[in-house]
């Protein structure tokens, strides 16, 4: 019987690192640095030269880097800020524990990002930024994107929480619209051990309101200009960040050669394997195939002990938690074709830098016997 294949395995990760990760967390506990201090300053200044930013600002998780970024901005309540359908809920819910309104809008078919063309009929007097989401590690158009945003003086808030590291001709994403925000859950390709988030952009007045916000609203030890709250990027976290970030470059340039090899071998298949856009180097947090068999598939492949997923298999303005946004906006089932079309067709393959050469072939291996016709 094979051993199974894990979509994730954060263990070989660390075991590939695990001489850097204890001197690293046993220094965060030597100097009691457990809550702001030297881990997270350096941790902060390291990412932010690594996204080519000026500024970052380590935070709780990526939901409340979203989150604050849009109060920051000074977005709420009456606001709307457009998103795609096909995202990981915490886009949108983002916007709406900000108090504002999600706007959604369709996908290219063949990237699975933000279609730009259909940004100008869902802008209205009301909307105040667009959150391009840079879905699976593969960047958004943003060239078109920023163009639309600038006409109409809006923000841009990059959702870069897959996309660590990844270029948009030539530029890391994150710091090309006005802010992006990360998260480092552990999955993600730079992941801490715990949950962890954090923002980044080239304007020191958002940086500064960001941190405010996150540090409840403080001027100074106890005088607060504005009720933010608490969310804070721990020292322990930021210590194992800081050994990670050493090795992001090379876990990426690992996910898109396994991501080669899986697309050479599954080319000739009936299935649809990822298309990369011209000017973009993706970081593949996750590679994600399409195809009619989609449930079989995934049934033939549990059934040899591999693991695979999909993201996601919900549009947004499906989900029963944005049931009233979506009848407020009259959008049901068919609203987004592409989006919708894809929430049943699409599959997540395992992918991470230290997935084997033979892991690889038996993935594509139980995928070719699928899809083979049967010779009578
Ligand atoms: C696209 C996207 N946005 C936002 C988030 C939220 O990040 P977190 O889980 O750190 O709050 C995630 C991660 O799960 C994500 O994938």
């Not at 709307?80 to 096909?86: D, L, P």
């Not at 530029?171 to 992006?180: C, N, P, Q, Y």
Request: glycine share 10%; hydrophobic share 45%; proline share 6%.
């Amino acid at each position: 019987m094979n051993t199974a294949i894990p979509f994730v395995d954060l263990r070989r990760q660390y075991e590939s690192i695990a001489t850097e990760i204890a001197p690293a967390l046993a220094a965060v506990i030597d100097q009691t640095a457990f809550i702001g201090g030297g881990f997270v300053e350096r941790f902060e200044r390291d990412f932010a030269a690594y996204c080519e930013a000026e500024h970052c600002i380590g935070v709780a998780n990526g939901t409340d880097a979203l989150e604050l970024s849009l109060r920051a901005l000074g977005i709420g309540p009456g606001d709307e800020v457009i998103t795609v359908a096909n995202t990981f809920i915490a886009s949108a819910a983002a916007i709406t524990t900000a108090g504002a309104t999600p706007v959604f809008v369709d996908v290219d078919p063949d990237t699975y990002q933000m279609d730009a063309a259909l940004l100008e009929a869902a802008i209205t007097p009301r909307t105040r930024a667009i959150m391009p989401v840079h879905l699976y590690g593969h960047p958004a158009d943003l060239d078109a994107i920023l163009a639309v945003a600038q006409a109409h003086g809006l923000f841009v808030i990059e959702d870069t929480c897959q996309a660590h590291g990844a270029r948009y001709k030539g530029r890391r994403v994150g710091a090309l619209g006005h802010v992006g925000c990360f998260s480092f859950y552990p999955g993600k390709n730079l992941g801490a051990y715990g949950d962890g988030g954090a923002i980044v952009t080239n304007s020191g007045a958002i940086a500064g309101a960001i941190r405010r916000l996150a540090d409840h609203g403080r001027v100074d030890k106890y005088r607060h200009a504005v009720v933010g709250r608490n969310s804070r990027l721990d020292g322990l976290q930021a210590a194992v960040l800081s050994v990670k970030l050493r090795h992001l470059d090379r876990w990426n340039a690992a996910r898109r050669e396994i991501a080669a090899a899986l697309t050479a071998r599954l080319g000739p298949l009936p299935v649809v394997t990822p298309a990369v856009a011209p000017g973009v180097e993706p970081v593949f947090h996750l590679y994600v195939i399409r195809t009619d068999e989609r449930d079989r598939l995934q049934g033939a492949l549990a059934d040899e002990g591999i693991a695979s997923g999909i993201h996601y298999p919900i549009p947004l303005h499906l989900q029963p938690a944005y049931a009233g946004v979506a009848r407020a906006a009259g959008l049901g089932p068919g609203s987004f074709p592409v989006a919708e079309g894809h929430a049943s067709r699409i599959l997540s393959l395992p992918i991470f830098a230290e997935l084997r050469e033979a892991e690889i072939e038996r993935i594509c291996a139980v995928l070719d016997r699928a899809l083979s016709p049967v010779l009578v």
